[in-house]
T-cell receptor, first 112, second 113 residues
Framework: QKEVEQDPGPLSVPEGAIVSLNCTYS??????FMWYRQYSRKGPELLMY????GNKEDGRFTAQVDKSSKYISLFIRDSQPSDSATYLC????????????FGKGTSLLVTP | NAGVTQTPKFQVLKTGQSMTLQCAQD?????MYWYRQDPGMGLRLIYY???????DKGEVPNGYNVSRLNKREFSLRLESAAPSQTSVYFC????????????FGPGTRLTVL
């Protein structure tokens, strides 16, 4: 079993919808949590970076970490067609040298 | 600023052939990384270089070698390519260490027949 699980989708929503993307993990040592966005045939780009538990907001994006449930989420408000991409969660821990463990990615399509 | 550049963009190899994937960054970053991305597997770290002169194995290093040529350049070599190495390879860099934000290149699509 991979340490990081992520539903690959695809997830299709209408423009303007609130999108919820999630990952679960098994390693309780993970402390740093990231969300990357990857457009088709491009490299991933960092969207959100969170340390430990709690919420972080950046514009239309909110990242949540619930360490007690080993569950992280990314919410996208007022979704736009330009948000159509694959979203990758990633996390790291000090005991593994902070190497990033990526989820498989969730494919999101926002339709006009 | 070009960011992270990778060459080539596409490559087809026959089993047993060798090749080197090139990566360069112009952001004056200390750390550089090589990942592979496979359908259903996500991104996996092959090797990384925390700073010039150092390299370390990642999750899937078998069948690969790396060279940190200087601060800007980090190459990945396949000595004897196998079909299992068919993948998309991404290079990334960060200011310093694995915790810092990693910036990714556009990827190299490699097919081994």
């Amino acid at each position: 079993q991979k340490e990081v699980e992520q539903d690959p989708g695809p997830l299709s929503v209408p423009e303007g919808a609130i999108v919820s993307l999630n990952c679960t993990y098994s390693n309780s040592a993970f402390q740093y949590f990231m969300w990357y966005r990857q457009y088709s045939r491009k490299g991933p780009e960092l969207l959100m970076y969170t340390y430990s538990s709690g919420n972080k907001e950046d514009g239309r994006f909110t990242a949540q970490v619930d360490k007690s449930s080993k569950y992280i989420s990314l919410f996208i408000r007022d979704s736009q067609p330009s948000d159509s991409a694959t979203y990758l969660c990633a996390m790291s821990a000090k005991d593994s040298g902070y190497a990033l463990n990526f989820g498989k990615g969730t494919s999101l399509l926002v339709t006009p | 600023n070009a960011g992270v550049t990778q060459t080539p963009k596409f490559q087809v190899l026959k089993t047993g052939q060798s090749m080197t994937l090139q990566c360069a960054q112009d952001m004056n970053h200390n750390s550089m990384y090589w990942y592979r991305q496979d359908p259903g597997m996500g991104l996996r770290l092959i090797y990384y270089s925390a700073s010039e002169g150092t390299t370390d194995k990642g999750e899937v290093p078998n069948g690969y070698n790396v060279s940190r040529l200087n601060k800007r350049e980090f190459s990945l070599r396949l000595e004897s390519a196998a079909p299992s190495q068919t993948s998309v390879y991404f290079c990334a860099s960060s200011r310093s260490g694995l915790l810092a934000e990693q910036f990714f290149g556009p990827g190299t699509r490699l097919t081994v027949l």
